[in-house]
C-alpha cells in the first residue's frame, strides 16, 4: 500500500546549521530552498526548514520509562539495521543526544529502539525500531 507523504514546518534559527544538521548528519537530499527556508526530503516525506530568528524548540517533556520525553517531536520508524547506522553516523558527528538508544518494551509485541535528539534549532526528533514492524500500532 502507497502511503501519502506528510510535510512538516518547523522553525529553525541559522539555515546554515540546519543545511549542516539535515543535509550532511542525517543525510537528507535537499529539494528547493530561498533565503529564508529549505526543502528536506526525510524518506519521501517533505520537511521544510523556516528562518524564524529567536525561536527555540519547545522544552515540554513527558514521563516515558523515567525519561524526559521531548513534546513536540518528529521522525521516522526505521529497520533496525538503519537504526543502528543512524545512531552511529549521530556519535560520530557529536550529536548529544536528549535520551540515547535504547530498548523499549523488551519482549512484548511493540518492542522498539527509540532515541531523541534535537536539531540545531532545538527542535526535538524521535528515531525508533520495530524488532517487529508490524506491530507499529500494537497494544
Known amino acids: 500500500m502507497t502511503r501519502p507523504a506528510f510535510h512538516l514546518a ?5 539555515l546554515a546549521a540546519a543545511r ?6 542525517l543525510g537528507c537530499p535537499q529539494g ?7 526543502d528536506w526530503d526525510l524518506a519521501g516525506h517533505q520537511v521544510v526548514t ?3 530568528p529567536g525561536t527555540r ?8 520509562d523515567g525519561h524526559g520525553v521531548p513534546v513536540p517531536h518528529f521522525g521516522l520508524v526505521l529497520d533496525v539495521p538503519d537504526f543502528h547506522a543512524l545512531a552511529d553516523r ?3 558527528a557529536g550529536t ?3 535520551i540515547e538508544p535504547y530498548v523499549r518494551f523488551a519482549g512484548l509485541p511493540g518492542e522498539q529502539w527509540t532515541m531523541f ?3 540545531p534549532a532545538g527542535n526535538a526528533l524521535e528515531f525508533k525500531a520495530l524488532a517487529d514492524p508490524s506491530r507499529l500500532f500494537a497494544r
Open 20 to 25: 549542516r544538521f539535515y543535509g550532511e548528519v
Open 57 to 64: 524548540g519547545d522544552a515540554a517533556t513527558n514521563p516515558v
Open 96 to 98: 548529544e543526544f536528549v
Open 10 to 14: 518547523i522553525p529553525v534559527d541559522d
Open 32 to 38: 528547493r530552498d530561498a533565503d529564508t527556508w529549505v
Open 117 to 119: 535528539l534535537r536539531d
Open 50 to 52: 523556516h528562518l524564524a
Open 90 to 92: 549521530l556519535r560520530a
